[in-house]
T-cell receptor, first 110, second 116 residues
């Protein structure tokens, strides 16, 4: 059974600092990997989807890398802003469904 | 933009009631999913459907059933609600069953269900 782990569980940084969020998974036979953002009491917003054949994917200040062989992905958020405060979830597509990590809760201090 | 709409944001029901949670998507997606989210346990898949009238069990199907009579609508049914089903329920849809062709999974805003 796929296990997805996100470290750290929580992170607090001053505004302007770059964020690095880590995700690891136990079974490297994944189809793809998706990063989400969740605000308190809300649903999930898709940030980036990395195909299994890709090494990274970028959208604005966000960059996600994928190393399938080692079972790792990293989400980088450049020049963090208070509006980036949220929980970030990593999920891997395997066996035609998503398996989620527990998330990293980020607080960006103004 | 893809829109996944869940019929209720908050719902309060009593133990033993039959509860229906409705989800509608507007992008003609074949695949639809129901998850529950609990503190410390994360998101867990209850059921998913890859076509009309088709359904597959996820990781925690016990106590739940689903219905998909139309492509755009996927319903989650709690046959006899119990207090341990108090949770946040999230519906999602996707064009691809695997995230292929850069087709991500899209989520609704969630229904916070309380069983008293």
């Amino acid at each position: 059974k796929q296990e997805v782990t996100q470290i750290p569980a929580a992170l607090s940084v001053p505004e302007g600092e770059n964020l690095v969020l880590n995700c690891s998974f136990t079974d490297s036979a994944i189809y793809n990997l998706q990063w989400f953002r969740q605000d308190p009491g809300k649903g999930l917003t898709s940030l980036l989807l990395i195909q299994s054949s890709q090494r990274e994917q970028t959208s604005g200040r966000l960059n996600a890398s994928l190393d399938k062989s080692s079972g790792r992905s990293t989400l980088y958020i450049a020049a963090s802003q208070p509006g980036d405060s949220a929980t970030y979830l990593c999920a891997v597509w395997d066996d035609y469904k998503l398996s989620f990590g527990a998330g990293t809760t980020v607080t960006v201090r103004a | 933009d893809v829109k996944v709409t869940q019929s209720s944001r908050y719902l309060v029901k009593r133990t033993g009631e039959k509860v229906f949670l409705e989800c509608v998507q507007d992008m003609d997606h074949e695949n639809m999913f129901w998850y529950r989210q609990d503190p410390g346990l994360g998101l867990r898949l209850i059921y998913f459907s890859y076509d009309v009238k088709m359904k597959e069990k996820g990781d925690i199907p016990e106590g739940y059933s689903v219905s998909r009579e139309k492509k755009e609508r996927f319903s989650l049914i709690l046959e006899s609600a119990s207090t341990n089903q108090t949770s946040m329920y999230l519906c999602a849809s996707s064009l691809s069953p695997t995230g292929g062709s850069n087709q991500p999974q899209h989520f609704g805003d969630g229904t916070r269900l309380s069983i008293l």
